[in-house]
């Protein structure tokens, strides 16, 4: 199952420090998401840019800072983070960004935040 | 807001035995989805029902939409070692956003040889 990548599959950062997540779909989809998964939640969503253009951002704190230059590619901007935000975060895509799509998920990148 | 709440959260089964898990909304759904996550993996999608009452069926799975369509149900027969994982419903955000899948917690099953 290649059809969405992530990188890095690890990530370890400080609170100062400020990385970037990656993800890359080859489904030919036009919607992708980035979700949070932490031990005791359920999937959170976080953002969803449809055709490129973000329809959701569901009150995540500004230290998260998505970007999707095309339909391909999305990108999440971390800085500044707090030891909570350590979880597994998972990009998905759809064919279209209505929920009655199915989603395909990357393998994710488990962060931590020290 | 909406809520999806699934039962059991945690299931263990003896190899062969059947297993189920309950999805149920506070509100009705166009569609709901079910997806399976193994241990260290990612969420994959299962299946979609959209239609009251419709049954569906994978091999030794066998998935349900009730007739309101506010709950539905998955039902494994005969469970194997490769079930182990944790099964997710969703269903489309009714608060106003068409673009929102909200997740239940899962039922983490896990399967003794």
């Known amino acids: 199952e290649t059809g969405v990548t992530q990188t890095p599959r690890h990530l370890v950062m400080g609170m100062t420090n400020k990385k970037s997540l990656k993800c890359e779909q080859h489904?030919?989809?036009?919607?992708m998401y980035w979700y949070k998964q932490s031990a005791k939640k359920p999937l959170e969503l976080m953002f969803v840019?449809?055709?490129?253009?973000?329809?959701e951002n569901n009150s995540v704190p500004s230290r998260f800072s998505p970007e999707c230059p095309n339909s391909s590619h999305l990108f999440l901007h971390l800085h500044t983070l707090q030891p909570e935000d350590s979880a597994l975060y998972l990009c998905?895509?759809?064919?279209?960004?209505?929920?009655?799509?199915?989603?395909?998920f990357g393998p994710g990148t488990r962060l931590t935040v020290t | 807001g909406q809520q999806v709440m699934q039962i059991p959260q945690y299931q263990h089964v003896q190899e062969g035995e059947d297993f189920t898990t309950y999805c149920n909304s506070s509100?009705?759904?166009?569609?709901i989805q079910w997806y399976k996550q193994r241990p260290g993996g990612h969420p994959v999608f299962l299946i979609q029902?959209?239609?009251?009452?419709e049954v569906k069926k994978q091999k030794r799975l066998t998935f349900q939409f009730g007739e309101a369509k506010k709950n539905s149900s998955l039902h494994i027969t005969a469970t194997q070692t490769t079930d182990v994982g944790t099964y997710f419903c969703?269903?489309?955000?009714?608060?106003?956003?068409?673009?929102?899948?909200?997740f239940g917690k899962g039922t983490l099953l896990t399967v003794n040889p």
């Open positions: 998905a895509s759809s064919q279209d960004g209505l929920a009655d799509y199915e989603q395909y």
């Open positions: 489904l030919g989809h036009n919607a």
């Open positions: 840019y449809n055709f490129k253009e973000q329809t």
């Open positions: 509100t009705t759904l166009s569609n």
């Open positions: 029902l959209v239609k009251s009452g």
């Open positions: 969703a269903g489309p955000d009714s608060g106003g956003s068409n673009y929102k899948l909200t």
